[in-house]
């Protein structure tokens, strides 16, 4: 599953948008400049990782502000506190994968520069009956711009409860071939993206969908609100004249501690 490189992909995009929250700072006797940012995904059946990194200028070329280190950090499910271990600097983790379970609330806690830094999340289900109308469909020529008309393919999954759903694209071939830049996305000539299927249960793909020929990697991600929050922020902070502040969950912090689960299937767009 490309799950783990996706979301790599989403902790650069927060970096950057913290660093550019940072850089506007008019004085960095600020006392928000000294909060810590927070980076955790929790997975089920994976080890819980929690990173933490303090805030850093725009003069600053590394992806990340300096690791925090030495923090003792607690992790609650509502009936147990578990400790992490920092397993490398500004890394901290628990090792025990039975603890992440669809359902409960999750609690971080821990206290940096005398304030208690807290934030809390829901582990939502695993989404069911992901499915693909097509396994691998021939590209069409767009006949327009907006190519609405021009249906390769259609996803589908269960959502009764209309939650946050988010779709990623990821071509896992080693040569892309180009199709032109679409319009479907902003122009999109990533080979990975995302789209926020605002809480239904099908998303249809055009021709214009697509950078790329290939194969891809469909990963359907069923998450919480937070996580809707940061994608979108990404999207509309493209760059400094149009920085908002960067969403957060963290009480006494920046960052997100977010659950999420997923489900992945195969798709093949040939010439």
């Known amino acids: ?31 928000s400049t000294n909060l810590p940012v927070v980076q955790a995904y929790l997975y089920p059946g994976r080890t819980l990782t929690v990173k933490l990194y303090q805030q850093k200028s725009l003069s600053d070329t590394a992806k990340y502000g300096t690791v925090i280190t030495g923090q003792e950090l607690y992790v609650s499910d509502g009936s147990n506190k578990v400790k992490l271990t920092e397993s490398s600097k500004g890394t901290y983790t628990y090792n025990d994968n039975t603890f992440l379970i669809a359902g409960k609330t999750y609690t971080l806690i821990f206290n940096y520069l005398s304030k208690d830094v807290t934030a809390k999340t829901v582990m939502p289900s695993k989404p069911q009956n992901f499915a693909t109308q ?62 926020n299927t605002e809480r239904k249960s099908a998303y249809y793909v055009v021709s214009n969908s697509f950078p790329y020929y290939g194969n891809y990697q469909v990963i359907l991600l069923r998450v919480n609100q937070e996580y809707i929050n940061i994608i979108e922020s990404n999207s509309l902070n493209s760059n400094s004249q149009n920085l908002l502040n960067v969403p957060t969950n963290v009480v006494n912090g920046l960052g997100i501690f977010t659950a999420l689960q997923a489900d992945t299937l195969s798709f093949s767009l040939n010439y």
């Open 1 to 31: 599953m490309e799950i783990k490189k996706y979301l790599l992909k989403i902790c650069f995009a927060f970096g950057w948008m913290v660093t550019l929250l940072i850089s506007c700072k008019k004085e960095s006797q600020d006392s």
């Open 134 to 195: 097509h396994p691998a469909v021939n590209y069409i020529r767009p006949t327009n711009a907006i190519a609405t008309s021009d249906t390769l393919n259609r996803f589908t999954w269960d959502n009764p409860d209309s939650l946050n759903h988010v779709l990623v694209f990821d071509n896992v071939d080693d040569t892309f071939f180009p199709l032109g830049r679409g319009t479907g996305f902003g122009n999109n000539t990533s080979n990975i993206f995302d789209i």
